[in-house]
């Protein structure tokens, strides 16, 4: 599913179908990355803003709009007597002054004195279809520009017809510049081009045309497929030379400053007083003046927030320009290569996993790094495309999800189907993680075996029914099941009424002694508590009796090749069967082996039975009754008279012990069974070389 997720992305991606989408997911970038560069506080602006149209039209100025042209001229001698590197002057004097021819005269002068003023050409606009007479040509040209012409085959940067300045301001100026800006196709501000083309002309951008000005005896262009160097910085480019911005902040993140408070200084300055502003601030800025006013009609959405002024965008141009930090565009063959390394990954990695809840982490891990890998790519310079990858992600996330859902998924269903009834849901999850385990076969594992039997059974089923008998076993047996189920343990079968069990296996439980003597007692409890309703259907109390130990095993899937059953072999099993039925003996109903005991390290108190030697084993086994800690502090006087009792019984003392037994014969079924015992041992002769061990004649 990963070529499949792979091909469909590719697919809409290269028409441009995710472009819009894409452009979104920049702007998100361009916000959380927009930082100061190291030339940002080089740039200054001057605007032309609410609060100078405001002040303007109080008091004694009454200057209406449009504003005389003398206005520009205090501007650009502010700036001329502050030590500003270039002047650009945003603004379009395409039209005579109403002020006058002379007032076009005084900013051609101001603009002459400064000499380093940047004016503002408009190509696409007016009608003049030539270069104006009398309008000194910019003395610039970019080498290979003919040839990147006929390579790249650029879209509108060639323009047929332009608007100039009046000729009084167009002579006087440093080089005339492009005010042109190119909006992507949604209207956003994201790339800047460097230079168009008119009447054969080359017209800089008003960035490059204001670096330019800063430098004016270095003008070294050259382009080539990619890169528009000037001097020795190279700019990367697009095939519509193109360079993708890259932004430092909201609006006003240059320093800037009020046109009116501007024209102020200026006149306090004339007029031998203290100026406001310190021209001293512009010294070596390259400084724009351009209008903030909303009137002004010179607002452009960006990838920043709010509202944004057209001076800024080539405020910003420069800036990348003097810092060397224009983003750039990823190469095609690594977006290629991602997509493809994504996408396999993702198709690979989520038909590995057999778990809805393994399946989580792919998931996230997946989604998360189309967009961590478009971070990542900001950080370093590059505009890599995260929707095409994180559509290929996701698409191969589902498709390999669908595909491993109809296929192993099936499997899964049949082995839940078929082992539910006996394995517990983690068991289960094991062996679908790890089907091969359902082979014919066997491992050695060290085991916590579980056998129970319910007392008189036989005598019980021959007074019900066949389907009474049915509905008794099942109640009875769901009920014992979900308890074993519940503490970890799989069911190896059942025979009858009989259950058996073990923990250990498949899956690996370090306290599985601890966990199976918990069923036992749990199992013993509920038992107990549906004591009451059997009783009510049988006439009969039910009892069940639970053998376990703990040892070495062989469990795995024993029979033939073509029917097997997952079943456990070993001495240490036959001792837990041997268990079950030694209970009898003693009156008790839950007996566990010295082995079990040890390794439930404490978990439940348990008071020691005796030493028995059952058939079959050469060396006697120790046996307890484990209980439950309320129910031995509750015995804990009869439990200390009945160890009493043992210590006398292992020595030999028949009489004193059977004594001692006896005191508690009552309360105690095991003090009654060894009571009995003790009496056969005393009227007897005293067994030669005695050593405590209850010796089963029977299974």
């Avoid at 021959?462 to 009474?468: G, I, K, N, Q, V």
Wanted: glycine share 10%; charged share 20%.
């Amino acid at each position: 599913m990963g070529f499949v997720g792979a091909a469909l992305a590719f697919a809409l991606w290269l028409p441009g179908a995710l472009e819009k989408f894409e452009a979104r997911t920049w702007d998100l970038r361009a916000r959380l990355f927009a930082r100061s560069g190291k030339s940002t506080s080089e740039i200054a602006l001057i605007l032309l803003d609410q609060k100078s149209l405001e002040w303007a039209q109080k008091g004694e100025n009454r200057i209406p709009w449009p504003w005389p042209r003398e206005s520009y001229a205090m501007v650009v001698d502010f700036c001329r007597r502050g030590g500003a590197k270039a002047l650009v002057l945003d603004v379009g004097y395409t039209e005579p002054s109403f002020w006058g021819v002379s007032d076009d005269e005084t900013l051609g002068r101001a603009a002459a004195d400064n000499g380093r003023v940047v004016g503002a050409v408009f190509p696409g606009d007016g009608e003049q279809s030539t270069w104006p007479a009398g309008v000194p040509q910019p003395a610039l040209g970019i080498q290979g520009l003919e040839q990147w012409i006929l390579k790249a085959r650029p879209k509108r940067i060639d323009f047929p017809v332009a608007a100039f300045p009046v000729p009084e301001f167009a002579r006087s100026v440093w080089i005339l510049a492009s005010a042109n800006q190119d909006q992507d196709s949604d209207a956003i501000y994201r790339r800047a081009r460097l230079f168009n083309t008119f009447d054969g002309r080359i017209l800089p951008s008003e960035a490059l045309a204001a670096y330019l000005a800063g430098i004016p005896d270095q003008r070294e262009l050259s382009i080539r497929p990619g890169s528009l160097t000037v001097n020795d910085r190279a700019i990367p480019i697009d095939s519509n030379g193109k360079a993708i911005l890259r932004y430092r902040g909201p609006t006003r993140t240059h320093p800037n400053y009020s046109m009116a408070a501007i024209l102020q200084s200026e006149l306090r300055i004339k007029e031998g007083g203290a100026s406001t502003i310190d021209p001293a601030e512009l010294r070596d800025k390259y400084v724009f003046l351009g209008f903030s006013a909303p009137g002004l009609f010179d607002l452009k959405p960006t990838p920043m927030p709010g509202a944004y002024y057209g001076v800024e965008i080539n405020a910003t141009m420069l800036d990348n320009l003097l810092s060397g930090d224009f983003m750039r565009d990823a190469p095609l063959w690594a977006g290629i290569i991602l997509l493809l390394a994504l996408c396999v990954g993702a198709g690979i990695a989520v038909s590995s996993v057999s778990r809805v809840g393994w399946s989580v982490p792919v998931y996230v891990f997946f989604l998360a790094l189309a967009p961590g890998l478009g971070v990542a790519a900001y950080a370093a310079g590059y505009w890599l495309q995260v929707v095409v990858l994180e559509l290929g992600a996701v698409v191969s996330l589902v498709g390999g999800s669908l595909v491993n859902y109809a296929t192993e998924g099936r499997q899964r269903r049949f082995i839940k189907g078929a082992f539910k009834q006996y394995l517990s849901p983690a068991v289960i999850e094991q062996i679908i993680a790890h089907p091969e385990r359902l082979k014919l076969g066997g491992e050695r594992r060290e085991l916590s075996i579980f056998f129970s039997d319910l007392q008189g059974f036989t005598t019980l089923s021959e007074a019900l029914t066949p389907e009474d008998l049915t509905t008794l076993l099942n109640e009875y047996l769901s009920a014992m099941t979900d308890i074993i189920q519940e503490e970890g343990g799989t069911i190896d079968k059942y025979e009858g009424d009989a259950i058996i069990a073990f923990w250990n296996a498949p899956l690996e439980l370090a306290d599985h002694a601890a966990r199976a003597v918990r069923a036992a007692l749990r199992c013993q409890a509920k038992l107990a508590e549906m004591r009451p309703g059997f009783r009510a259907r049988v006439n009969k109390d039910l009892f069940m009796r639970i053998g376990m130990n703990s040892g070495p095993a062989v469990v795995g899937n024993m029979g033939s090749r073509t029917r097997f059953d997952s079943t456990m072999l070993g001495d240490a099993v036959n001792l837990a069967a041997r268990l079950e039925g030694i209970n009898k003996q003693f009156h008790t109903y839950t007996m566990a082996s010295g082995a079990t005991v040890d390794r439930m390290a404490g978990a439940f108190p348990a008071r020691e039975l005796s030493r028995v030697a059952v058939v079959g084993r050469r060396e006697p086994v120790t046996v307890y009754e484990p209980m439950m800690p309320e129910e031995f502090a509750a015995r804990a006087k009869s439990l200390a008279v009945f160890g009493e009792g043992l210590a006398r019984y292992y020595a030999g003392s028949f009489a004193e012990a059977r004594r001692i037994f006896s005191s508690i014969a009552a309360e105690d079924s095991a003090a009654g069974a060894y009571a009995e015992k003790c009496a056969e041992l005393a009227a007897a002769a005293p067994p030669e070389g005695w050593n405590g061990v209850w010796v089963m004649t029977s299974k």
